[in-house]
């Protein structure tokens, strides 16, 4: 074998040797959550609500449209309007009675048979983060 493919025959392993390092950062690149400035919300602390304490509120409403587009549109659609591979949950139940399963997903995500459906959001993002997001999803027309 000539030297110089053996020298590029090396470079390869070299580089199929780094790669596994640096694929899993980039391959889950797209599903890090992104941290959400909940500037201007009254803070909550750890117990979750039973019902979204922001219904209505127009801070929490503009807060919970940036955070759901830059965390759940990937799935659930732009502007909250599903292209069909997650629920569109502009027909979540209204009010207190869809709270509870509101948060229930958004907390813990989906999980079936050891695949993951949807990440669990409520460690990462915060139960503020959380009802601003129901907060907005209330305000999208169906
Ligand atoms: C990786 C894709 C993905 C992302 C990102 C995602 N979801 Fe989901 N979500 C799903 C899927 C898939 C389901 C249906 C799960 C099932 O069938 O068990 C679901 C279900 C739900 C449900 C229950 C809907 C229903 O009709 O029962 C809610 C609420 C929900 N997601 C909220 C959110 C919110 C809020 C975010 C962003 C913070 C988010 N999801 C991000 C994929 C995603």
């Known amino acids: 074998m000539p030297s110089s493919v053996r020298l590029a025959a090396g470079l390869i392993a070299a580089a199929l040797f780094t790669a596994?390092?640096?694929l899993p950062a980039l391959a889950h690149g797209d599903v890090t959550p992104?941290?959400?400035?909940?500037?201007?919300?009254?803070k909550l602390g750890p117990d979750w609500r039973a019902s979204n304490p922001y219904r209505g509120n127009k801070r929490a409403i503009?807060?919970?449209?940036?955070a759901y587009n830059q965390n759940?549109?990937?799935c659930h659609g732009l502007g909250a309007?599903?292209?069909?591979?997650?629920?569109?949950?502009?027909?979540?139940?209204?009010?207190d009675p869809?709270?509870?399963w509101f948060s229930e997903r958004f907390r813990k995500g989906a999980a079936r048979d050891g695949k993951v459906y949807m990440p669990a959001f409520g460690e990462v993002l915060g139960q503020e983060?959380?009802?601003a997001i129901r907060a907005w999803l209330e305000t999208v027309p169906q």
């Not at 992104?34 to 009254?42: A, C, F, S, T």
């Not at 503009?62 to 940036?66: A, F, L």
């Open 34 to 42: 992104q941290p959400v400035n909940i500037e201007g919300l009254e």
């Open 129 to 131: 983060a959380g009802w």
């Open 72 to 74: 759940c549109a990937r």
């Open 98 to 100: 869809g709270d509870e």
């Open 62 to 66: 503009e807060i919970g449209s940036s």
């Open 81 to 95: 309007i599903s292209g069909g591979i997650a629920p569109d949950l502009r027909f979540l139940e209204e009010g």
């Open 20 to 22: 596994p390092v640096a």
